[in-house]
Nanobody
Framework: VQLQASGGGLVQAGDSLTLSCVVS????????MAWFRQAPGSEREFVAA????????HYAGSVKGRFTISRDNAKNTVYLQMNRLKPEDTAVYYC????????????????WGQGTLVTVSS
């Protein structure tokens, strides 16, 4: 299984950005997907997760109301729409996949993408 994240870049505070993660997996339509992020000098933190059918989503408090996770099972892709970006959103963003349920805990995710850098200037 391979996860390829893309869409990062340099934006200004208040701007929007959409990240994509393409998953090469025959089981994508049953995988639970999530986005995590890691800022320099910080631990990897949970951002958002989505159930296999998209019916259930879960967000970190710091991004709730600004970020939206979605998926297109026909394209084996999960997205993270990020609005009203803040400098504190600056981090490398990772997509991850797991089975069975939504989780905020990185060790429960079996597969990880390589990360895409998001930099938000003030």
């Amino acid at each position: 299984v391979q996860l390829q994240a893309s869409g990062g870049g340099l934006v200004q505070a208040g701007d929007s950005l959409t990240l994509s993660c393409v998953v090469s997996s025959s089981t994508f339509s049953t995988d639970y997907m999530a986005w995590f992020r890691q800022a320099p000098g910080s631990e990897r933190e949970f951002v958002a997760a989505i159930s296999w059918n998209g019916d259930n989503t879960h967000y970190a408090g710091s991004v709730k109301g600004r970020f939206t996770i979605s998926r297109d099972n026909a394209k084996n892709t999960v997205y993270l729409q990020m609005n009203r970006l803040k400098p504190e959103d600056t981090a490398v963003y990772y997509c991850a996949a797991k089975y069975l349920s939504i989780s905020e805990r990185p060790p429960t995710y079996r597969y990880w993408g390589q990360g895409t850098l998001v930099t938000v200037s003030s």
